[in-house]
């Protein structure tokens, strides 16, 4: 079972509000989600067109609520939920100072059990995070049914997950700095089954790292359909730097532009970083 102390504790430490801004990494990871996020999400325009309702947003796992804050600002109803009150306090303090209205609550949830929010609730999903950390299947499979329940009929989900070699891979530079947290059979047990168990306190506790089919299955047999499955930095993981050297926007833009395009390159989702999966409540 996963150790959700150690999850806890961790972000109690890491600073991840602040991990998409601290460097060019984080800043194209946000770039490119954001992207992905307008590209995709319902249009509030067509809302307000039709019967005027809202859309309601929740943020399973959102932390700090760095994707909430944006989306609130922009008209989205948006619930931010995570695991952890040290995160959760940081998005309750911002949220007062920014006066941000449409973000209306922030609640301490384990994203296994929904059970605070009703049936039908929700227009979106957001899943930023707790496949990163949920080691065990039925935990999984618990946390995915929660989320179609929750959802209306013919809502979306939006997924992050981070591929088992992008996962497993990254673990043996981990092995080479860190030999406190990882040793040779935490990395054999990590390509193996695509669990990490954190040696030390140190470091990203309680890791998970799936195949993208494995997550199209998870989904598709909780009765959702599949809309996309793609990288999210693409062939800009780890180049980051580079990109954003590029100071001519009509350059920075075609970059941005070539990534999309081949994003959806199965050797680029399992091989670069953060992966997307976005998915449709059926109906039956």
Known sequence: MTDFEKIKYYYK??????RLRN???GKLEFLMTMRILEKNLPLLADRAGGDGAEISVLD???GAGVYSFPLAKKGY????ADLSETLLGQAKKQKEEDKVENLISCDQVNATDLSCYKDNSFDVVLL???????TEKDERKKC???IRRVLKTGGKVFVSFIPHLSGSIALVQRFCWSPDQVDINTLEECFDSG????????????????TSEEIENLFAANGFEKQL?????????????VIFKFKNKNVFSKILELIDSTAEDKSIIEMCGHAMYIGIKKSH
């Open 60 to 62: 399973l796992g959102g």
């Open 195 to 210: 669990k990490f168990k954190n040696l030390s306190e140190n470091g990203f506790q309680e890791g998970y790292y799936p």
């Open 13 to 18: 430490h890491f600073d991840e509000k602040n």
């Open 77 to 80: 109803k948006v619930t931010l």
């Open 23 to 25: 460097d060019n990494s």
């Open 229 to 241: 499955l793609r990288s999210i930095r693409g062939f800009g993981y780890e180049k980051e730097d």
């Open 128 to 134: 930023f995070g707790p496949l990163y950390h949920f």
């Open 144 to 146: 995915v049914a929660e």
